[in-house]
């Protein structure tokens, strides 16, 4: 019997793969893999880069593949069959991947390389995927030695563990808050909201008619944005903001492990000899130095500060007039903000919706990227994971580029949101033979019902662009080496480029005429309409970018500043007297549940979503000079940036496209801040 997830000629053949093939095919390639790495680092193997990565790339890559297609079965056709099965091998594929990114003699095998007689030859790309090979394995500690090397291990064990302890907190304080209120208290709340919080005081027991509220994203935004009643907004944001922190139970106080975290981030940012952990943080990123960083940050809080102190005097004046609220509170703001945008932008979502037709859209993407990209999309076969799955080859001249999947719609089993994954990376393989790299791309919409076609609010249309961006550089690279192709060793902070690029589309009036019509009439999206979204959108941009700026300086300081964990409260307090415009209550917590930089990868990184912004933002303002459509500028961009993906520096792909570096006036002009 043949193991369909050991086939590796064809396209993955989703429909014969069952969960009993995970297993099997996973421990067979674990096993062939770690073979392989004994091998290439014993003295059969040259300190060759060809005959390395003919062994070690493609048992590797074999391995990463067909994991991939499970994980990716677990991400859209969910049973409990196969969660079992990933969870099941889950374990092992980690445990492997780090004993392979830490192993020392393969370590000392690439410095031979890197150091033979064979390095001056290697192509620039090669060299790249070299050096980043190297840096990644000094950054897990592979040159150090005796204790020094056992501290940074005990270090890493016990950052993890205090990171899932930290997540865990503030899990239980958000799952453990509950308060029961009277329907007159939710007065102004949307009815789905009151129905959904009647229905879950009922199943907490209750049969007296009232309504268990939460801190859950679907019951405290809307109570926030809605409730008229002003003494229940602040009961719920007081426990909102003081999750997981001294004024709750103490076994839940994350305070006393945000501080151990940070110390200990440094203490390993230390053992690998760098001043500080933002400067351990940054070497694999595009920003070169925190000293940068913070300069790129104070810059663009000098220039949002006024825009967002004129939101707020906005908000004041409006409150004071038309709702009786001479003193805003920080509870009042989300409500406020609400009432104002109702009253300036009224338009129905609903209403635009019915312009946005799936068909339409897609092909109004469709034209855009064979137009700006020089490429045609056609529909092609292949074995899929859903009968509504799509899947199309992407060509230049009759010549294959690229394929992707498109997976459209919600189903159950399949997981929320929107997302690109690589089915496989662009790979000029040791046996010669081209692997052009395959794409999946993962929506949520409502699947079309009967004769009518699915209908797109204006989001999904923006996350289907940003989606498509982040498929484009994997699919457009023409990097021939693994491990620089496509996504693969683009810096962390520079990788949203083209998807963020990509949504500027949306926002093009000219690209909307061509992708829009309505449902009924077949008449293209009204003028009066989109100027109503455009103004929408940049409605409070001032205020929403210092606060993502607070959260960035705050984030960088902590993990900058010499004994800053001792005294994180007052570094974010110095921070919001600084930049912020909404002054929150002395009881503020909001370090405790900021998870992304204690329980998540965003450590001295929480930056890298403005940074990324700069670029995008900048990258489309080239488009503006030339118009959107501008071949010459989309050969460009995708000559200099997404086909040469990570073989060389994000900065000089940026550089090569634009002619000089990033600029911060693209970003503050397209959100009305210039
Ligand atoms: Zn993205």
Excluded at 320 to 342: C, H, I, M, T, Y
Excluded at 646 to 667: Q, T
Aim: proline share 6%.
């Amino acid at each position: 019997m043949t193991n369909p997830l050991l086939d590796f000629d064809a396209l993955p053949d989703f429909r014969a793969i069952t969960p009993e093939h995970v297993t099997p095919a996973i421990d067979t390639l674990l096993e062939q893999a770690a073979q392989a790495l004994e091998r290439v680092v014993g003295p059969d193997v040259a300190a060759d880069y060809d005959a390395m990565s003919a062994v070690l790339d493609v048992a590797t890559e074999r391995l990463g593949r067909a994991w991939g297609v499970v994980s990716h079965l677990n991400s859209v056709a969910d049973t409990p069959a196969l969660r079992d099965a990933y969870n099941a091998s889950l374990p092992r594929v980690t445990a492997f991947l780090t004993r392979l990114g830490a192993d020392e003699r393969l370590y000392a095998k690439y410095k031979a390389v890197a150091a033979g007689p064979s390095a001056a030859s290697l192509s620039a790309p090669r060299r790249k995927a070299l050096s980043n090979a190297l840096r990644d394995f000094v950054l897990s500690g592979a040159e150090l030695t005796g204790t020094a090397k056992a501290r940074f291990a005990e270090i890493q064990e016990r950052q993890a563990e205090l990171a899932q302890k930290y997540h865990e907190h503030v899990l239980d304080a958000t799952d453990g808050f509950e308060l029961f209120v009277d329907a007159a208290q939710l007065d102004g709340v949307p009815d789905d909201v009151r129905q959904a919080t009647a229905q879950a005081a009922v199943a907490a027991g209750r049969d007296d008619g009232t309504h268990r509220l939460t801190l859950h994203q679907p019951v405290y935004r809307p109570v926030l944005e809605y409730a008229r009643h002003r003494p229940l907004r602040e009961a719920l944001y007081r426990a909102y903001v003081t999750r997981a922190s001294e004024f709750g139970p103490p076994e839940r106080d994350n305070g006393p492990l945000m501080r151990e975290l940070v110390e200990l981030r440094q203490e390993a940012a230390a053992l690998l000899g760098h001043a500080t952990f933002a400067d351990m943080s940054l070497v694999p990123k595009m920003a070169r130095s925190p000293a940068e960083v913070d300069a790129f940050l104070q810059n663009l809080a000098a220039r949002a500060r006024p825009f967002a102190e004129r939101d707020m005097t906005d908000l004041r004046a409006y409150a004071a007039a038309e709702l009786g609220l001479p003193q805003l509170e920080a509870w009042d703001v989300p409500f406020a903000s609400e009432r104002l945008k109702e009253a300036r932008y009224a338009f129905s979502e609903q209403e635009v919706k019915r312009y946005f037709t799936e068909p339409k859209v897609l092909a109004g993407l469709f034209d855009i990227v064979q137009t700006v990209f020089e490429v045609q999309i056609r529909p092609d076969t292949a074995p899929v994971w859903h009968d509504s799955v799509r899947f199309y080859r992407v060509e230049r001249d009759g010549r294959l580029l690229a394929q992707f999947y498109l997976d459209a719609y919600a189903r159950p089993g399949k997981q929320p949101g929107a997302w690109m994954g690589d089915a496989r990376d662009r790979w000029a393989r040791p046996d010669g033979r081209l692997q052009t790299p395959v794409a999946t791309l993962q929506c949520n919409y409502a699947p079309p019902v009967g004769g009518a076609p699915s209908l797109l609010m204006h989001d999904d249309v923006i996350t289907l662009f940003h989606e498509f961006g982040h498929g484009l550089h994997l699919m457009l690279t023409q990097v021939d080496d693994m491990g620089v192709s496509g996504l693969q060793g683009v810096e962390w902070d520079a990788v949203e480029l083209p998807s963020q690029f990509m949504e500027n589309f949306c926002w093009e009036w000219d690209v909307l005429q061509r992708m829009t019509a309505h449902v009924d009439t077949g008449a293209p999206l009204p003028r009066e309409l989109f100027d109503k979204m455009v103004a929408a959108k940049n409605f409070q941009s001032g205020m929403g970018m210092v606060r993502q700026l607070e959260f960035g300086l705050f984030d960088m300081r902590i993990h900058s500043e010499p004994g800053a964990s001792g005294r994180m409260q007052r570094v974010l307090d110095d921070v919001r007297a600084q930049v912020a415009v909404v002054r929150p209550p002395e009881y503020n917590r909001f370090a405790h549940s900021f998870s992304h930089i204690f329980g998540g990868g965003y450590a001295a990184g929480y930056y890298s979503y403005k940074w990324a912004e700069v670029l995008s933002a900048d990258a489309w303002s080239a488009f503006e000079e030339h118009g959107p459509l501008s071949v010459a500028t989309g050969r460009r961009l995708r000559e200099q940036v997404l086909e040469a993906g990570g073989s060389r520096s994000a900065m000089e792909n940026f550089v090569a496209f634009r002619g000089r570096e990033p600029r911060i006036d693209a970003l503050l002009r397209h959100q009305g801040m210039a």
